[in-house]
């Protein structure tokens, strides 16, 4: 296995092209994950495969540079005061036994139905999970925009608060108590779906602020140390079984590691709901995407006939649109913090203006 | 409302100029030794470190080097007070209360 994974990185060609391309996505993958906590592995992973990168090394090179993003974007909110560590950890703990799980339920999938079995699975789940969480979180979004600038506690996390089940535990940072029982499905689903989809974050931040009751900002910013325990963790394995290629990891890392402090800073300038705009609407394009290469699987496993063309065609539109939401993501970020240094901007010269007078 | 930390331009652009070069130290030793970095990184086992120990001495060296160049540039956090979280709005009693009538002698 290891000699193959030499060998696969040897017969990898590094041209201009690709160093610029593993680049500029680490760049906007590290920006979407330093302010909404995770995001840009979805799409590292096809993005190195398209490159002729095998699926083996493509994860384990993504995983070995997601665990130092994580831990840089994780020290610099912490510095912002926006991580509760306690709760990272708390959350960490159970997803490591979540991604257990989901492991176990993968094997069996790929030992009952084979690889295109495996992918169907993976993308169904992709589109369930994502349409369903994600709709939910932009709805939130645009409802907590309409009725206040803050963000309230939602009604289910509060209802949870109130019940004393021992363990009971006080988060500090997120300034809330709730009991341990609580926090161990919320934790136990952000790993199982690392394990599927290799996003957790998308269960994580939603289950942190709906069912823990976390402000989104706190929410983002813990679900790093999560990523970071669990990317951590999950390099030892893959470099132990010889399967990272440094030169990718170091590639993307140069790039997210820009990304990500920018992301960070982000979160300073803009409102807490627009954590949730963000990530509804990745969340949804990427279902979207998934969406289209359910047919290619179901032919795999002839469940349906199909041409073809038409499904190299909607993979190429499933990648793109991938492309798409890590891009859209990208460009709300970067529009809503100039907008609020502009207003900021606007704000010192009038005061500035009226100290004069 | 919201407060931009002070940042010192001069050092940050030192920084900058620091960390960037021992970031791209690293990357040159890497590439310029590709072959030999990559097998010796990819036997597994015990050698998993180096891989590990690589990406964390990178990490250092280049989050050091973006930190600083973002505040070169001028781009940095601003502290915000955070608004109290508010409880999820209670709807108003439907009866309103009733108008009293009063006498004055």
Known sequence: MTEHALEAAKFIDLTWMNVSFLFIVGFIGGLVSGFIGSGGAFVLTPGM????????????????????????????????????????????????????IGIKIQEWILGKWGEAGSNLYVSLS?????????????????????????????KLARRLQSINLPPMIHFKTANLTISLWFTIPVGL???????????????????????????????????????????????????????????????????????VQLGA????????????????????IVAFSRALAVPQYLAQLDLISANQSALS????????????????????????????????IVNRQVSETCENV | MSVTTEINKPKAILRTVMYGAVSAAMLVAVFSHTDAITSLFSLGGIYAALPIATVFAFSFAHGAFASNLWSALGIEATTKKTAPRPAESVPRPAQRPRARLRMSA
């Not at chain 1, 963790?233 to 590639?251: E, F, H, P, S, Y």
């Not at chain 1, 800073?265 to 949804?284: L, W």
């Open chain 1, 189 to 259: 689903l952000t790993g199982l779906l690392a394990a599927t989809i290799a996003v957790g974050g998308f269960v994580g931040v939603p289950g942190m602020i709906y069912v823990i009751g976390a402000s989104g900002l706190i929410s983002s910013a813990s679900e790093l140390v999560i990523a970071f325990l669990m990317g951590l963790g999950g390099t030892v394995k893959w470099a132990m079984a010889g399967m990272v290629d440094i030169r990718l990891t170091l590639i993307i890392l140069a790039g997210s590691l820009l990304g």
């Open chain 1, 313 to 344: 065609f909607m993979n190429m539109v499933s990648f793109a649109l991938m492309c798409l939401a890590l891009a859209i993501g990208a460009v709300i970020i970067l529009g809503s913090m100039i907008k609020a240094k502009r207003a900021e």
């Open chain 1, 126 to 154: 992709f589109v369930f999970v994502l349409i369903t969480v994600g709709s939910y979180v932009f709805y939130d979004a645009w409802k907590s925009a309409k009725v206040t600038d803050a963000d309230p506690v939602p």
């Open chain 1, 265 to 284: 800073i982000g979160t300073t300038y803009v409102k807490e709901n627009m954590i949730k705009i963000v990530m509804g609407s990745i969340m949804i």
């Open chain 1, 49 to 100: 495969m398209s490159l002729g990168v095998p699926a083996a090394v493509a994860v384990a090179s993504n995983m070995c540079h997601k665990f130092p993003k994580a831990m840089v974007g994780a020290y610099k909110r912490f510095r912002y005061g926006q991580v509760d560590l306690k709760l990272g950890i708390v959350m960490a703990a159970s997803a490591t036994v979540g991604v257990q």
